[in-house]
């Protein structure tokens, strides 16, 4: 049985594992999200309306804003796990150091898209 969380001190690359895998999960939440917007583009303007209406609510842009953290947190910390597999940044201090990498990428292109929504007038 492994040691509960009480007994290991918190850090930050422990912080990023645990999002791994939540961002794993909302992703799976969001391509859902995805196929539902094609299909209801399909089925025509009035199911499509009324998808796009339930977007452009407060809750759905919510969603669409979990979504691209999660695709963009997911995505840096895939490639942080890719250069691991090559030996490469294993020590300690690299690791953690590229944890707070992938957390200010996936923070900052949130926030690009955020703002180029927001200038295209769409959010």
Same mark, same amino acid.
């Given at each position: 049985?492994?040691?509960?969380?009480?007994?290991?001190?918190?850090?930050? !690359?422990?912080? !990023?594992?645990?999002?791994?895998?939540?961002?794993? %999960?909302?992703?799976? *939440?969001? %391509?859902?999200? *995805?196929?539902?917007?094609?299909? !209801?583009? &399909?089925?025509?303007?009035?199911?499509? &309306?009324?998808?796009?209406?339930? /977007?452009?609510?407060? @809750?759905?842009?919510?969603?669409?804003?979990?979504? !691209?953290? &999660?695709?963009?947190?997911?995505?840096?910390?895939? *490639?942080?796990?890719?250069?691991? #597999?090559?030996?490469?940044?294993?020590?300690?201090? #690299?690791?953690?150091?590229?944890? @707070?990498?992938?957390?200010?990428? &996936?923070?900052?292109?949130?926030?690009? *898209? =955020?703002?180029?929504?927001? /200038?295209? %007038?769409? =959010?």
């Amino acid at each position: 049985m492994s040691p509960h969380l009480q007994v290991w001190r918190w850090h930050v !690359t422990m912080t !990023t594992s645990i999002l791994h895998r939540i961002s794993g %999960g909302a992703l799976y *939440v969001g %391509g859902l999200i *995805v196929a539902a917007w094609a299909i !209801t583009l &399909a089925m025509g303007p009035e199911p499509y &309306a009324q998808f796009l209406g339930i /977007m452009g609510a407060w @809750y759905g842009k919510i969603a669409l804003l979990g979504f !691209t953290g &999660a695709v963009f947190f997911h995505l840096g910390n895939g *490639v942080r796990h890719i250069i691991w #597999d090559f030996g490469h940044g294993l020590s300690k201090e #690299d690791a953690s150091a590229s944890s @707070y990498a992938v957390l200010g990428f &996936a923070i900052a292109a949130t926030l690009a *898209v =955020v703002a180029i929504a927001y /200038m295209m %007038g769409l =959010v």
